[in-house]
T-cell receptor
Framework: KQEVTQIPAALSVPEGENLVLNCSFTDSAIYNLQWFRQDPGKGLTSLLLIQSSQREQTSGRLNASLDKSSGRSTLYIAASQPGDSATYLCAVRAGNMLTFGGGTRLMVKP | NAGVTQTPKFQVLKTGQSMTLQCAQDMNHNSMYWYRQDPGMGLRLIYYSASEGTTDKGEVPNGYNVSRLNKREFSLRLESAAPSQTSVYFC?????????????FGPGTRLTVL
């Protein structure tokens, strides 16, 4: 059974810092990995999708990497802003199943 | 273009009551999904429908039933609600239930069972 773990569970940083969120998964037979953002009381917004054949994807200040063989992905956020405060979830896809990690709750302080 | 919509946004039930959560998407997606999210946990798949006319169990299907009414709509029914079903329920859709595509999520339904 696929298990997805996100470390740390919570993170507080001052504005302007570069930061890394970690995601690990137990079964490397995945099709893709997706990073989501969730604001309090809201649904999920897709940030980046990395196919299993890719090593990384970039969107603006966000960069996600994937090392399938070691079962790891990182989400790098450059020059963090208070508006980045949210919970970040990673999810890996195998077949029709999307398995989620527990999320990292990020607080960026002005 | 509304994307994925869910009704209701909030619901309070008493133990034993039944209700249906509604989900609709206007993106012409083939696949639809129901998840639940509990505090401190990631989302867990309840049921999914890879295409119109098909449904399959996910990780936590007990106590739920689903209906893929047509290509646009996928409903989740609680026949006899239990306090353990207090959760936030998310519906999602994707172009097809295959590799290489992302899922799009609705805003969620917050359900409390007393």
């Amino acid at each position: 059974k696929q298990e997805v773990t996100q470390i740390p569970a919570a993170l507080s940083v001052p504005e302007g810092e570069n930061l890394v969120l970690n995601c690990s998964f137990t079964d490397s037979a995945i099709y893709n990995l997706q990073w989501f953002r969730q604001d309090p009381g809201k649904g999920l917004t897709s940030l980046l999708l990395i196919q299993s054949s890719q090593r990384e994807q970039t969107s603006g200040r966000l960069n996600a990497s994937l090392d399938k063989s070691s079962g790891r992905s990182t989400l790098y956020i450059a020059a963090s802003q208070p508006g980045d405060s949210a919970t970040y979830l990673c999810a890996v896809r195998a077949g029709n199943m999307l398995t989620f990690g527990g999320g990292t709750r990020l607080m960026v302080k002005p | 273009n509304a994307g994925v919509t869910q009704t209701p946004k909030f619901q309070v039930l008493k133990t034993g009551q039944s209700m249906t959560l509604q989900c609709a998407q206007d993106m012409n997606h083939n696949s639809m999904y129901w998840y639940r999210q509990d505090p401190g946990m990631g989302l867990r798949l309840i049921y999914y429908s890879a295409s119109e006319g098909t449904t399959d169990k996910g990780e936590v299907p007990n106590g739920y039933n689903v209906s893929r009414l047509n290509k646009r709509e996928f409903s989740l029914r609680l026949e006899s609600a239990a306090p353990s079903q207090t959760s936030v329920y998310f519906c999602a859709s994707s172009p097809q239930g295959l590799a290489g595509v992302e899922q799009f999520f609705g805003p969620g339904t917050r359900l409390t069972v007393l």
